[in-house]
């Protein structure tokens, strides 16, 4: 029988500590605050600091049923780290801020910081702060993370300029097809009595990049191996169309990608089929990939194009153009971000 | 008629904008990240980076029946920043993530944010990031706040030596009773029929305390202004019998306090007996107060004692002693914390 002690047979301090018990710190800038009202993270001169913030909520941004808690906390840090990645910056610390009800044991709480510590010594992080507090219905979690950029190395969405090459990292819309998949497979057992194996088979690519994304690290190193600052970068959480339009905005520019040029992963595709979905509608607007998309000029484009994991998809333009996609027939599509609902 | 404007009429982008118009930063050292992946902070030698988050769930931490938004988001801001307050250090920037279902408007959001920025102005901060999300249920709040303290005089909980005298502001459980009187009136309104006046009048005190606490900025400045840094100290939020707990384990000392020391105010006295509660009780275990707890070396009395808003309530023992309440009449009480509950 799986162990389960219940939160309310313990004091607050006691399942923090629990949780905490034996972490220490990577880096000599991050003072653990456990234990104290606030944090500390030591001066160090010509960094800036950067810092962002994700929350994350139950039957929003994730689901139980399919994605278990260890995979949820790593998730939680990939999300919150990729924001500073974004920026060209080094994460270093993380603060997580749990609201759990007492369908939750302290069991659950091990596995989400499981995850969530596995994640941190991944990308090199200190988690120096975290904090439980009861919720009414279902998980909350709440991240912040910091992270350092060197003066003059920060990249902003707003560095964009005409004829810049267009990169993305990895591939996308997996993650949107992965969360299809888990959706469709959690209907079926719903309406299923007795055993029930959901048929995920052949299909992990895209299971692992739902449940269990990554920061293109490789790709940042390389660009930095070759001497290659991005003038603009955003992270893709929201779809690459959604990207696109913010980074325009900021740049204050107009873009233009080409549909064969969007890096589309085999197994993307199968399923999509199977759904009935344009796989490229998919790959522009399905969220969760955490991908990079970011530009560079167009002289330093013998830099870049043997990157593995690297893809030029398109090039800025002149504001007045807008942001189009040119067709695998050569139509000009304008560009739509998909709105965001409250209710979704 | 009250205007209300649909979120989901609105894209997130705009949303934003909305609520960000306009805003100037206060600080130099303030990168805004309205516009981007992360928000920055510029290097400044010397300093330290402080960093507390706080997470507030609906039907947990407030009660949007008697809890006006706009004091909503200015209560936000005191609890994040309560804690760099209580390192000794000065808050300077704000993050806020907002979780929010369709049940809100952009009206909604409006009175939340102008809360947020009027206790940013009034603490000189900065909201250098913010983020709307979806929310299933209710209005999940999580606020990081950032601030700065002077390399070597951050007060940590763990600094506190026998014979320091122990030092609250303010007055304690008048926030707690004010909840309580809010609940009851809530109770009685579900039961009315037709038009109903809360019966709140005499009250005003320990609602205010309630719904818009304060920091004791004012005692922290004489006791700079004195030259005197606290020895340890922490921020008053779950109650004071649990917070002189922390600093006593913290510290490895004992604590010894005097009932007829602690500072109450007569609202809460008169609440209390009304409830028939112990006023004692109240002042040690009602939450929310966002008083800070601090010792200071026995040496230091002089500088202290006419400080306004400032109470000596005992003083610091050796651990053998454990945590000590001596009651009025001389009786001597072991401290003890109420526990944690997940469903409260």
Known sequence: MVERTELSKLGKVAILKHLTKGVKCKHETSGLGFAEDAATINTQPELNTLVSQKLFLEGIHFDLVYTPLKHLGYKLVVAAVSDIYAMNGEPRQLLLNVGVSSRFSLEDLEDLYDGVYTAADFY?????????TSSLTGLSLSMTAMGTSLEGTKTLRSGAKPTDLICVTGDLGSAYMGLQLLEREKRVFAGVKGDFTPALEGREYIIERQLRPRVPVSVLSA????????SSMISISD????????????????????????????ETAAMAEEFGLNVTTVALNGGDDYELLF????????QVKDIEGLRIIGHITEPSLGACLVARDGTELELVAQGWTASK
């Open 124 to 132: 090199h992080l200190d988690l120096i702060k975290t904090d439980v």
């Open 223 to 230: 660009l930095q191996k070759q001497g290659v600052v991005p």
């Open 239 to 266: 779809g690459l169309a959604s990207e696109l339009k913010y980074l325009a905005e900021a740049s204050g520019v107009g873009v233009r990608v080409y549909e064969d040029r969007l890096p589309i992963d085999y």
């Open 295 to 302: 530009t560079i000029p167009l002289g330093q484009m013998d």
